[in-house]
């Protein structure tokens, strides 16, 4: 399964979170997907939606990669 892309380097909220939710809704149960996002409220809205819409938040950013979360569809 290839990974899919989604660069939202430069988008403010609610942006990011919006093609996120896009391409998510397109894709097959444990798709992973990376997103970059250099906007401060992504380190809130990205865990809250996979929180809430039961999707698995691999990895958040840190500084090795700064921009980068990692998220992998759920059920819904």
Do not use: Y
């Amino acid at each position: 399964m290839e990974i899919i892309q989604i660069d939202c380097i430069g988008l403010r909220c609610p942006e990011p979170l919006t093609l996120l939710r896009n391409q998510i809704r397109k894709a097959n149960e444990g798709q992973i997907f990376h997103l970059l996002s250099d906007d401060p409220v992504s380190l809130r809205d990205i865990p809250s939606f996979c929180k809430f819409m039961k999707h698995t938040l691999v990895s958040m950013p840190d500084k090795s990669n700064p921009h980068l979360f990692v998220i992998k569809k759920g059920l819904n």
